[in-house]
C-alpha cells in the first residue's frame, strides 16, 4: 500500500483518471437503479461492482510497470500500451470479469426470489426493513453473504495477478488465470489478508457516493502491481 501511495503521488493525473472512470461508472449504475424504481439492489450491485475494479485498474498497473523500468509516462505511452500488450486477452478477462458480475446479481435476484417471494419492493427503506426484521429477510441476508463471499474469492483468485502480469507479460489469459490462481493457493494467509484490505477499503470508498474510489482504486492498483512483482517470479 505504501508503494503504490508513492506511485500515485508520482504521477497523479494518470491514477486519478482511472479512478474517475470508475467514480463515473459506479454513479451511472446508481442512477440507472433508481431511476428504474429498482432501489433495493443498490447494496448488492456496489457490492458486485468492486468485482470490475481490477479491470479498470489496468492503467495504473501499466503506470506502475513504467516507473519500475524508467520508461516515460504520457498518455498515449500509457493507453497504448495498455491496448497492445493486453490486446485481445485483456478482452478476454473482461469478459471473465462481467460475466462474474451478471453471475453476482443473477445470484442475488434468485436469493431475492426465494426468500422474500416475487412481489416487488416500494423502496429502498422497505426492503431495509424486511431484510432487517424478518425471518426470510435475516435468511436472505446470511445465505447471500456465504454465496457473494464464494463468488468474490473465485473472482479475487482469477484477477488479482492476472491482470497486471497480462499488461507486463506476452501471454494468453488463461495462462494468466492459472498463474494467479497458483499465486493464491501458494500465499493463502497473504492473498486472503490482502483481500480482506481491498474489500474494506473499497467499501469504505463507496460509501460517499463513491467519491472515494477517486483515489482508493489507483492506490489499490499501484499496489497490486507490487503485489504481483513479488508474487510471481520474473520472466
Known sequence: LAE?????????????????IYVAGG???LLCVLVLGMGYLVYPLAAGFAMIGPLVAVGPYEVSRRRETGEPLSWRSIFRAVTTQGGQQL???????LFLFIIWMYQVRLLLALFLGLKPIASLDRFVTIVLTTQDGLMFLAVGH???AILALVAFSLTVVS???LVDRDVD???AMITSVQAVIANPRTMLAWGLTVAALLAIAMLPLFLGLLVVLPVLGHATWHLYRKAVAPA
Open 163 to 165: 491482470l497486471p502480469l
Open 4 to 20: 503504490g501511495w508513492r506511485d500515485l503521488r508520482a504521477a497523479p493525473q494518470f491514477g486519478l483518471l482511472f479512478g474517475s
Open 173 to 175: 489469459c488463461v495462462t
Open 91 to 97: 478482452g478476454c478477462m473482461a469478459f471473465v470479469t
Open 27 to 29: 454513479l451511472l449504475i
Open 146 to 148: 456465504v454465496v457473494g
